[in-house]
């Protein structure tokens, strides 16, 4: 993926008045065999950097991640940050069972991604045309180390599942909430969307909710 996949959702929240930056991870939005030279420590060590440049310029910040972005919230979530205030997930990432089968057998190099998994008509995402298996390895790897994670997550969460989602089960959603030890923590179902929840047709309540749950937490100064 690349940041155009929230790009929506960034645009409304800076209209609202935060400061949103939404960082390209490290491998991502230039070639497939980018991607297959990164490790999922790549991938993280993209959001510290971003946390930093907000972090120079901003009192409170909120992360917010769809997918595997939501995978790596909660992974950062799970150490104290200074000027973190809570943590937003759409359809986080802790299982996915199509590719299960790569975990540990025999595959080839590279797989098809296929379309992605938006309801709307006409909606295109940005995304390569393949994935790296090595890569889905990485991912999975990220997985299973941020489940581990989850009792060490104590800030406030606030997490959209998509009632119909073709990559991630919901119940991932419904598995964190129960495992993270936050004592402000809320799911919202988004009952119109798929998997890229950000580009659906619920991406305006993403929006909404996730305003109303900022400006409960840490009024107006804040970051995204």
Known sequence: GTPQSVRYVG?????????????????????????????????????????????????????????????????????KREKLKGVILVNPALSIPSWESIESGVAPRYINEGSPDIKAQNVMEIAYPKVPVASIRELQKLMAETKGLLDRVTYPVMGFKSSTDHVVPPENTDFIMRQIRSAFKYVHVLPNSYHVATMDHDKDTICERSHSFIEQLAGSRVSI
């Open 11 to 79: 645009n409304k929240l800076a209209e609202m008045g935060y400061t949103v930056l939404a960082p390209r991870l490290e491998g991502h939005g230039t070639h497939y065999k980018d991607l297959e030279r990164c490790s999922y420590h790549d991938w993280f060590l993209s959001l510290e950097k971003a946390y930093e440049r907000l972090a120079a310029r901003c009192e409170s910040i909120f992360v917010m991640g769809q997918s595997m972005g939501g995978t790596l919230a909660l992974k950062f979530a799970s150490e």
